[in-house]
């Protein structure tokens, strides 16, 4: 393992770009002759929704939605809110929800639910990364990019306090920063 700025680093640049780049190809076959739309969860899916988009070539455009979060405290509670609404209506489109972590699975089965009350063609999920064990609600990704333990990660859009979303490679929390 190498360091960044003193992190353990998890998944190099290199790692995601190549991982990234196979998530596109199977997008790419999916999806083939159709036109896609892309919806980023904000903030954390910018980075990987930005170099998966450019992974795959079919037709596609970009929607962003943010969710408030539930402190840790709550999470359990499933209290997720839509703090940012699509622009663009997806009723009979080809819709991929990209996010960065699935975590509980709260955050992705709301967007779940209220997208399909949209009425879209078809809706896949692709997650960059997945931690299975920590799931509360009964959801998978299409797409995973890479499956990992019960870690905190920061790096590649994902944030501690909002801080590290800026790491261009995927790194463990130190536990004494936390
Ligand atoms: P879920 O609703 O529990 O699946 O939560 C998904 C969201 O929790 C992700 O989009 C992240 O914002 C956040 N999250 C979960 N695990 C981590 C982590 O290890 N690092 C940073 N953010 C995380």
Redo the contacts with the bound molecule.
Sequence with gaps: MSTYQGLEVLFTREQIAERIKEMGKQITHDLEGEKLVMIG?LK??APFLADLARAVTVDTTFDFVAVS??GKSN?TSGA?KLIKDLDEPIEGKNVLIV???????????YLRKIFLQHHPKSLRIAAL?D?PS?R?EKIEADYTGFSIPN????GFG???AERYRNLPDICL?PPDAQ
């Design positions: 969860v954390g899916a979060s539930y999470r997720v996010e960065d972590i699935l975590d509980t699975g709260l955050t992705l089965t990364l931690k920590r509360i870690l905190f990660v920061i994902m944030d501690y929390m």
